[in-house]
């Protein structure tokens, strides 16, 4: 039988305990597993059987949570890693090598655009940062070095929505996987497997944990990319050395970019999410659908208050119907635009920092998707390391405060703003 989604956020790889019978996932706090004999242990470390051995590589309470999440979000499987950053190199290890290059949008998170541009050049890669409305310089970015094409599906700080069936068809042309970091939006309001990614990446800490109680993140694989249709992928595709020779692709067919996550990304890069942080993002995708409705519900609410208000030049919220992505929001989100967006203050980058340091009920923090509502002044935090040029393309101009709506009563939330407001456009 086929569950609904607010059914599968609940029951998602979860069984009772066989020992127990424990009803919720327990935390497996074991650095390692007995083997039933010699021949046992070879057969896990073979890859010809499917276990436990050392939870740097799995652990039965990250497993609930990886088959949770793959299933939310309509893929075969997924590997967890220590935060949403890890989950980046994790999905771009198996398919870079020096000399390879991603193209990116332009409209990343700000430690995104960092890690791109600045810390993969040391493993040789390189990203190209391409305006993601310009489909043309999309594929006129891709060249034969390329090895993935990456963006968010509602991309940070601004609440912009990307086309993705666009983007998924050019990355398919070009015989690439497509990546999309899912965050902004969780697999309740979106779902890019349906649009055409080949990958998923989360940053757990964020709404599927939602409430800012973890680090953590995850790579999710559609199981649907040929790797061995080219010779692009050759550590999916071809012998690996530390497995006497074994194909990833051949052997493990659909499962190969998860299996080589776990047998050579955990093994060799130690990403690893601890059971603790898989434990409190369970407890967190079980009420997914009920804070992501609110989230949204009160994003709504609060853009619109905010977008008639004399001391505010611009709202960016999708869900807006002066945004030029609101058209998108029926067909990539259906459900709604989320919960971020930036406002831009007339009062400029003073009235910006007034207002951060004004407000009561919102937490001045760097951190998104809680059920708190949360402020920042992109430009002088998070998109600190950003050219101006960068700041302005990513959307965190000096004038312009990033802004996830929680789940309070969303009058509360407005008077907030409204007396914050008072205090910075003076
Ligand atoms: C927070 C965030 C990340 C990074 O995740 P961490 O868990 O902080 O490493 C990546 N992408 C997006 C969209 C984010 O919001």
Redesign the pocket.
């Known amino acids: 039988m086929a569950y609904g989604f607010d059914t599968l956020q609940i029951h998602a790889g979860a069984r009772p305990d066989p020992a127990t019978g424990a009803r919720q996932t327990p935390i497996y706090q074991s650095t390692a597993y007995v083997f039933r004999d010699a021949e046992h242990a070879a057969a896990l470390f073979n890859l010809q059987e499917v276990g436990y051995i050392y939870s740097r590589l799995t652990n039965p309470t990250v497993a609930v949570l990886q088959e949770r999440v793959a299933t939310l979000e309509g893929g075969v499987g997924a590997v967890c890693c220590s935060?949403?950053?890890a989950a980046q190199i994790m999905a771009l290890f198996p398919l870079m090598a020096p000399g390879r290059n991603v193209v990116v949008s332009t409209r990343l998170?700000g430690?995104?655009v960092t890690q791109f541009s600045q810390t993969i050049k040391r493993f040789g890669w390189s990203a190209k940062f391409i305006d993601f409305d310009d489909t043309d310089a999309i594929a006129a970015a891709i060249d034969d070095d390329t090895r993935a094409v990456f963006c968010?599906s509602i991309a940070?700080p601004g609440g912009y929505i990307t086309d993705l069936p666009v983007i998924a068809k050019i990355a398919d042309d070009a015989g690439l996987p497509l990546i999309v970091?899912n965050?902004?939006a969780s697999p309740y309001l979106c779902r890019p497997i349906e649009h055409g990614a080949t990958l998923v990446v989360h940053?757990l800490?964020?709404y599927l944990t939602g409430n800012g109680t973890v680090?953590?993140?995850v790579v999710v694989d559609s199981g649907k990319f040929d790797w061995s249709a080219s010779d692009k992928f050759p550590s999916l595709s071809q012998p690996e050395e530390a497995y006497h020779g074994l194909k990833f692709h051949e052997t493990f067919g659909p499962l190969a970019f998860t299996f080589h996550g776990i047998a050579i990304g955990l093994r060799d890069l130690g990403m690893t999410l601890n059971p603790q942080a898989a434990h409190y993002t369970l407890m967190g995708t079980e009420t997914l659908s009920l804070r992501m409705q609110k989230h949204v519900e009160n994003a709504q609410i609060v853009a619109e208050w905010l977008e008639k208000d004399d001391r505010v030049e611009a709202v960016t919220y999708a869900g807006l119907k002066s945004s030029p992505y609101h058209k998108r929001v029926a067909k990539i989100c259906p459900k709604g635009a989320g919960g971020l967006f930036t406002v831009t203050l007339k009062g400029g980058y003073d009235s910006c920092v007034k207002l951060v340091d004004s407000l009561e009920l919102f937490s001045h923090v760097a951190n998104?998707g809680d059920t708190r509502s949360l402020i920042i002044h992109s430009a002088s935090t998070t998109h600190r390391q950003l050219t101006a040029e960068q700041q302005t393309a990513a959307g965190a101009a000096p004038n312009v405060v990033r802004i996830s709506i929680g789940i309070e009563d969303p009058d509360d939330i407005i008077a907030d703003l409204d007396q914050a407001l008072s205090k910075a456009s003076i």
Do not use: R, V
């Open positions: 935060s949403g950053h998170y430690g995104s968010e940070n970091d965050t902004s940053s800490t964020k680090t953590g993140g998104l």
